[in-house]
């Protein structure tokens, strides 16, 4: 049998499975966890131990069709604005519920478009983040970045407020493949954006790409991919494009005539992380790649990689705070969403409410669970011993299924002792492999496809 065969027959093309970038997922959070949770949790939380805080911008001022992030599209700054009311209000509400002295070790800008924000919303906004949590020592500061929404007035402004990772949106740089995702990015007009970072100082830089998208070929994402290399990115992700029409309306604007067969998907990814590893970056879990060196590659080498809702990270916090609408705060104890539009958000927010809507609290083998999903995730491998050091005698519940994960996947996996380990040639099914441990699956749900 080919090799693709093998991998079809396991479900490479037809599984629907979470991109577990967290465990439980989000689809399966009730209105039974929310703002009541989200306060007692807050409130619990060690000063002695900073955290990552996450914030979201939801506008944007184009809406890509391929995309199936939260967000809006708006043309005049008005919404914006008023928006960094609501989180500055949201911010006063944290301050009052945190205890003293909270710090943050990482804060990301996520969106939508975070540089959407003219540099005075910018300074406003980062005024407000540090009122609430002091910067820690080692602080960290990413913000995602629309190369055609930024200039070098945001991008000093931003600098000057201590950002140190910029996370540029690329997805494909064929202006075919741009025209049927909904998103003119000219190369010239990133490779500016690129120059500028540098001038400012920034000095790591992430790209975000896509492969999947309608109209992309092996030529075409080929040329895309050495674009990108003359960037000298330190990190690159690499996402399946999720094609989720029933979830994000805009993506039935999609050609779905014009997206690639399976085959030509998988040869898709498989070309990019051949170019990208003989281009000398290391490949980093399921979809990322880090130059040596790089803090996501050191901690992959030394497994202490993490997942969490941005992919992966060397972030070893256990809590992470979300601010803005639809942003979702990881506790010790669980997860809560904020109110998921932009309008409900604010509602809650201006009742004087916390703005939590759904989550989900921990119990029974959910953290432990989670935390097999997770080393699978990152290491493509599971030793039971590293599962009873952390979690003690229960972790034995999940010993079954290291044989049935053996018997399943054949000789894509090894099952030595107590240790199960993905090969390389059986990587693309590790979200499938993952999947066994999911004691979660929520009813009527469609997930995007596994490859
Ligand atoms: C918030 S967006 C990027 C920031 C900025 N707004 C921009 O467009 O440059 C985050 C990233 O998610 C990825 N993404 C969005 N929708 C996706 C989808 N349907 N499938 C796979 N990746 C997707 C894209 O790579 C995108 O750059
Ligand atoms: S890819 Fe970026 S700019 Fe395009 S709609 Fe999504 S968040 Fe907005």
Not at 155 to 171: F, K, N, V, Y
Not at 276 to 291: C, K, Q, S, Y
Request: glycine share 8%; charged share 20%.
């Amino acid at each position: 049998m080919e090799h693709t065969d093998k991998l079809k027959a396991l479900g490479l093309f037809d599984a629907r499975v979470p991109r577990y970038t967290s465990y439980p997922t989000a689809a399966v959070f009730s209105p039974q966890t929310g703002a009541a949770f989200q306060a007692r949790a807050l409130a619990a939380l060690d000063p002695a131990v900073p955290v990552s805080v996450y914030l979201h911008i939801p506008f944007c001022e184009r809406l890509c069709w391929f995309c199936a992030c939260h967000t809006q599209g708006t043309r005049t700054l008005g919404p914006v604005d008023a928006y960094i009311g609501t989180l500055e209000t949201e911010l006063a509400l944290l301050r009052r519920t945190l205890p003293a002295g909270i710090r943050m070790g990482r804060l990301h800008w996520g969106g939508g478009t975070p540089t959407i924000l003219p540099p005075h919303l910018i300074h406003r906004l980062a005024k407000a983040v540090r009122g609430v949590f002091t910067p820690d020592d080692a602080f960290e500061f990413s913000v995602e970045i629309d190369p055609t929404m930024v200039d070098r007035a945001k991008i000093d402004a931003l600098a000057a407020e201590g950002m140190t990772r910029a996370s540029i949106g690329i997805q494909d740089f064929d202006p075919e493949v741009q025209a049927a995702i909904g998103r003119e990015q000219p190369f010239e007009v990133t490779r500016a954006c690129v120059e500028d970072l540098r001038a400012a100082g920034i000095t790591s830089l992430n790209t975000d790409l896509v492969y999947g998208l309608p109209h992309q070929t092996q030529a075409r994402i080929a040329d895309t991919i050495a674009k990108v290399q003359s960037f000298a990115p330190d990190r690159v992700a690499l996402f399946g494009y999720a094609h989720v029409p029933w979830v994000s309306k805009r993506q039935k604007l999609i050609p779905e005539e014009a997206l690639p067969g399976d085959l030509d998907r998988y040869r898709l990814a498989t070309l990019a992380a051949e170019m990208f590893t003989e281009g000398g970056l290391v490949p980093i879990g399921i979809d990322h790649f880090a130059r040596p060196g790089d803090e996501l590659e050191v901690a992959a080498r030394t497994g202490r990689l993490r997942r969490n809702f941005q992919g992966y990270t060397a972030d070893s916090c256990q809590t992470l705070v979300g601010i803005g609408a639809s942003s979702i705060s990881r506790f010790p104890g669980g997860y809560v969403q904020n109110a998921p539009a932009t309008a409900a958000y604010i509602q809650r927010i201006e009742a004087g409410g916390l703005a939590g809507a759904r989550g989900h609290e921990m119990a029974g083998e959910d953290a432990l669970r989670a935390r097999a999903i997770e080393l699978l995730m990152c290491d493509f491998r599971l030793d039971l011993a590293d599962l009873r050091a952390e979690f003690g005698a229960p972790a034995m519940a999940l010993a079954p299924l290291l044989p049935q994960i053996a018997a399943r996947f054949g000789d894509l996996v090894t099952l030595e002792g107590e240790c199960i380990a993905i090969l390389p040639e059986g990587r693309s099914l590790t979200r499938i492999v993952a999947s066994v441990f999911d004691d979660h699956v929520p009813d009527g749900v469609r997930y995007s496809r596994a490859s």
